[in-house]
């Protein structure tokens, strides 16, 4: 099948996880259930690492993008292998600290910061803040005037480089707008950037990097505006070093997607790696690192969702697989962005020769509350288990408590 991998495999019509019967897992734990493989998430490290390194003798960091998935088993088996992290508020740079990273390790990207988060910022010992804008960057100089005078404090600047892509205009990051028109938030101008590390450096910050984060959930077609913004970010960087800046790492952050649906072909990694070593090289930036930000990448597809089936509704010629959990209470994502794709397999069967196409709904009071529509599987009963895959990203994390409904435990394997 096009979705296994180590984590998900199947086996006589039967799905496993890490080895392991899926309808076991879920007899002995009881659904919903989360649940998660550690191999596969090596796995996908590696494979990150191995593509970086055969381009480039640079330093990767792999700066593990927290938000996707914060579970403290995951921190401490990226931590383990080297990883670094990407943390957006003060609680995710706590937790990561807690996992065991040292805070050199963590660069704390934070939008819309005041004094009160950039407090908490500032208190850890070595850790980097990414400026979001010129005006966040006047209230860092308030407060280190205030009280952080003798402190040195590593920073970097999250520029927006014009252009953007991702999976859905929400999980676009940069450039003057969304594809819906929605105007973007994030990052430092580039009129603006070379003023941010003159700024930073005369208050006192020790400028270290230059960053940019483009969205979310790359493919292949996003090739082309990809590299056009790494071109952007080395002529930036080149500009910042003729100023004088000593950037030790570039940051070109997380956005290329794992393999969510049959149809899509995944961003070419090795041809983007190679592209950032080359265009460094040509530009003989004198940078010591580079550091990407990826979260799908390492955990999505070493996630899986076990739902039960209550039973089998049959309306206005649509079947549906009316399962015990709710979208937003378990895996958001099919909900909130209409482009999300998840496949759903029939853990029992995962094929046989009847396949119906069937819309596997949960239980909350809202129409759009489906995990997947129309999935071709053979036709669920009462009590059997169905995986939803590419649940290890963006699933938790996300989760509420929507309707007064639990959040599914969590299990590795
Ligand atoms: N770095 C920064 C600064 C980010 O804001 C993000 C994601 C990442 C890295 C990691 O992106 P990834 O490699 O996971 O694509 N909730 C959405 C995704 C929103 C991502 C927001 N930022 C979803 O479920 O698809």
């Known amino acids: 099948m096009w979705w296994e991998n180590e984590f998900v495999t199947a086996r006589k019509r039967r799905l496993y996880l890490?080895?392991?019967?899926?309808?076991?897992?879920?007899?002995?734990?009881?659904?919903?259930?989360?649940?998660?493989?550690?191999?596969?998430?090596l796995a996908n490290y590696e494979t990150l690492v191995r593509t970086f390194s055969k381009t480039s003798r640079?330093?990767?960091?792999?700066?593990?993008?927290?938000?996707?998935?914060?579970?403290?088993?995951?921190?401490?088996?990226?931590?383990?292998?080297?990883?670094?992290i990407d943390a957006v508020s003060p609680r995710e740079v706590?937790?990561?600290?807690?996992?065991?990273?040292?805070a050199r390790r963590i660069l704390f990207t934070g939008t819309s910061l005041g004094h009160a988060d950039l407090r908490r910022a500032f208190r850890v010992d070595g850790l980097t803040v990414n400026i979001d804008a010129l005006?966040?960057?006047?209230l860092m100089q308030e407060l280190k005037k205030?009280?952080?005078?003798?402190?040195?404090?590593?920073?970097?600047?999250?520029?927006?480089?014009?252009?953007?892509?991702?999976?859905?205009?929400?999980?676009?990051?940069?450039?003057?707008?969304?594809?819906?028109?929605?105007?973007?938030?994030?990052?430092?101008?580039?009129?603006?950037?070379?003023?941010?590390?003159?700024?930073?450096?005369?208050?006192?910050?020790?400028?270290?990097?230059?960053?940019?984060?483009?969205?979310?959930?790359?493919?292949?077609?996003?090739?082309?505006?990809?590299s056009t913004a790494v071109d952007r970010m080395i002529a930036m960087a080149s500009r910042a070093e003729k100023e004088g800046f000593r950037l030790e790492f570039l940051d070109f952050g997380g956005g290329f997607g794992p393999r969510y649906e049959e149809r899509q072909?995944?961003?070419p990694l090795r041809r983007y790696a190679a592209h950032i070593t080359r265009r460094i090289a040509e530009a003989g930036l004198r940078v010591e690192a580079i550091a990407v930000e990826p979260g799908k990448y390492l955990v999505a597809d070493a996630g899986v969702l076990l739902l039960g089936?209550?039973?089998?509704?049959?309306?206005?010629?649509?079947?549906?697989?009316?399962?015990?959990?709710?979208t937003y209470n378990s895996l958001p994502r099919p909900a909130i962005y209409p482009q999300a794709r998840h496949h759903i397999v029939h853990c029992g069967r995962v094929y046989d020769g009847k396949m119906r196409p069937v819309t596997v709904a949960g239980n909350l009071c809202e129409t759009g509350d489906v995990f997947g529509k129309e999935i071709?599987?053979?036709?669920?009963?009462?009590?059997?288990?169905?995986?939803?895959?590419?649940?290890?990203?963006y699933g938790r994390s996300m989760a509420s408590n929507f309707n007064l409904r639990d959040i599914p435990e969590e299990v590795f394997i």
Request: hydrophobic fraction near 40%.
């Open 135 to 138: 005006e966040q960057l006047e």
């Open 146 to 226: 205030k009280e952080f005078r003798e402190k040195t404090i590593r920073v970097s600047v999250r520029w927006n480089p014009g252009i953007g892509r991702g999976f859905n205009p929400r999980a676009i990051t940069a450039g003057a707008r969304s594809t819906d028109g929605t105007p973007i938030k994030f990052g430092v101008e580039k009129s603006k950037v070379l003023a941010a590390f003159e700024k930073a450096s005369s208050s006192g910050f020790l400028p270290v990097g230059l960053h940019q984060h483009l969205g979310s959930g790359w493919v292949d077609e996003d090739y082309e505006v990809v």
């Open 265 to 267: 072909r995944v961003f």
């Open 58 to 84: 640079l330093p990767l960091r792999v700066c593990y993008a927290m938000k996707a998935n914060p579970h403290r088993e995951i921190l401490r088996l990226l931590r383990r292998q080297g990883a670094w």
């Open 309 to 326: 089936v209550q039973y089998l509704k049959e309306s206005y010629g649509q079947l549906f697989a009316c399962v015990n959990s709710g």
């Open 18 to 41: 890490g080895g392991r019967s899926a309808e076991e897992i879920a007899g002995r734990h009881g659904t919903p259930l989360l649940v998660y493989g550690r191999r596969q998430i």
């Open 376 to 393: 071709p599987m053979p036709v669920p009963q009462s009590g059997d288990i169905l995986a939803v895959l590419g649940a290890g990203a």
């Open 94 to 102: 706590e937790e990561a600290l807690r996992a065991g990273f040292s």
